[in-house]
């Protein structure tokens, strides 16, 4: 196949800091808001992004998240003109090796990017939440003709020494990479997002194996390598919400913000959704102004308003003030603040925005045609 910009996605690690959650399962595989895996968010950002080839470099206690990646059919990441591979370690002519670093889980798959025939790589981190078109940032990379583009974000100065710091000029062109620095100089951090092109990236990662010295890792070796031969590194600013959930509170931390109406992460949206292994829904929120007594609720129901006796379908919105009592709400409809709806039929995709209501001998049906 032949793809503009292909992802590889570094999904091997440990994730000792999870402590017991990884004993038998790799970090990108842990559960995450009711319905998700870690791994659901670089997926479906490919998947949002257009990017139709996806690699994924899986390494340690990956048979958990092979099996749940299988084809990528459910990030619609397969099929005609689509491709997922799982990229694991695997012994070849020259021997086997484990992968060594970041740089060398890209470096033992050359091959398969080869095959792609691709013109760009985006690589990501598969232990991040986050939404992020990647096709925005492509369009960044090329404006600015870069050979590299680095996804950063600010972080708080306390927590900078966690993450590779990068400084700018007013072009937003790198000119200093620090990996991990006890005294950073800046607070914008790398997302451990990178765009390459990939000529580049390959001349790269060859020349980085044969260094003995190297420790085959793109944000203490790649980077600041190429920055020093004086090649274009640009960092592309993210201002959206993103968490590395390496540790036990950040996950904790991370499900919390999910509960917290100002979140940007927005996953009870309709758009850029965040796709699954267990439905194509959002997960179910009841937020603390609603009450639900006596009701059957599908999942990627959003109720901040007051349901009874009631059937409320997937993908339901009832806002707050609203009150739904002894009714069926088909998928998809939006009963509006203020609007009572008491023995109805009301139709999938519906926005109510005026009462409907019946009696249990007359019941009022409402839908698009109405």
Known sequence: MKAEMVAVILAGGRGTRLHSLT????????????????????????ANSGISAVGVATQYESTALNTYIGTGRNWGLNGTGALTSILPPRETPLGA???????????????????????????????????????????????????????????????????????????????????????PKSDL??????IFNYKLLRDSLVADHALEKSSHDFGKDILPTLLKAGKRLFAYAFSGYWKD?????????????????????????????VYSADTFSRPQLI???????????????????????????????????????????????????????????????VVVDSDKIGTKDDIVLYTEED
């Open 245 to 273: 959930v390496g540790t036990v509170h950040s996950l904790w931390e991370a499900n919390m913000d999910l509960l917290d109406p100002d979140c940007t992460l927005r996953l009870y949206s309709s758009d850029f959704k």
């Open 287 to 349: 937020s603390k102004t609603a009450t639900v007594d006596d009701c059957i609720v599908n999942q990627g129901a959003v109720i901040h308003g007051k349901c009874v006796h009631s059937v409320i379908s997937n993908e339901v919105v009832v806002e707050k003030g609203a009150l739904v009592q002894d009714s069926m709400i088909m998928p998809g409809a939006v009963v509006k603040s203020g609007v009572t709806v008491k023995n109805a039929i009301i139709g999938s995709s």
């Open 97 to 183: 090796s484990w992968y060594l670093g970041t740089a060398d889980a890209i470096y033992q798959n050359i091959d398969w990017l080869d095959k792609t025939h691709c013109e760009y790589v985006v690589i990501l981190s598969g232990d991040h939440i986050y939404k992020m078109d990647y096709s925005e940032m492509l369009s960044f990379h090329k404006k600015n003709a870069a050979d590299v583009t680095i996804a950063t974000i600010r972080v708080p100065m306390s927590e900078a020494s966690r993450f590779g710091i990068v400084l700018t000029d007013e072009e937003s062109r790198i000119t200093e990479f620090q990996e991990k620095p006890k005294h």
């Open 23 to 46: 004993a038998k399962i790799a970090k990108p595989a842990v559960f995450f808001g009711g319905k998700y895996r870690i791994i659901d968010f670089p997926l479906s950002n490919c």
């Open 189 to 194: 951090a790398s997302m451990g997002i990178y």
